[in-house]
């Protein structure tokens, strides 16, 4: 007989389901960014990116790194093989790949409109 029905397992049972969702939200990112075709089930893939949470990193994190080297390497023949998730979202790199994004990042304007810029008034020099 299973056990009753609490708040405590539909809890975990909402964790568990939103923890997949965000597992296959990433992949399909991934596979759509970087042309390739990895399942999000795989226990490897799970373990990997649950663990990435579990530090404190966030959705936009996983794409940060993602589109960083996507960049980089889908182009090129020697680095591509390494856009997986065993290297993406590996423990010992993740923080790295995702400080090169925060390098490269365009700068955010506060401004809730387009830059104005006068270019009559030429140049002083």
Known sequence: MSPPITKDI????NNIVEELDIVHEIIAYL???AQKNFKAPTAAT???VN???ADGY?????KCVIDTKVKQWLHNPEMNKYLRPDTLFNATKFEGYLNETQRVRPIQH???G????DFSKG???
């Open 10 to 13: 539909k809890s975990i049972k």
């Open 46 to 48: 799970k373990r990997l």
């Open 114 to 117: 387009p830059l104005d810029l």
């Open 110 to 112: 506060n401004s809730s």
């Open 51 to 53: 663990a990435r949470l």
């Open 123 to 125: 140049e002083n020099l």
């Open 58 to 62: 966030t959705q936009v994190h996983f």
């Open 31 to 33: 596979n759509k960014t």
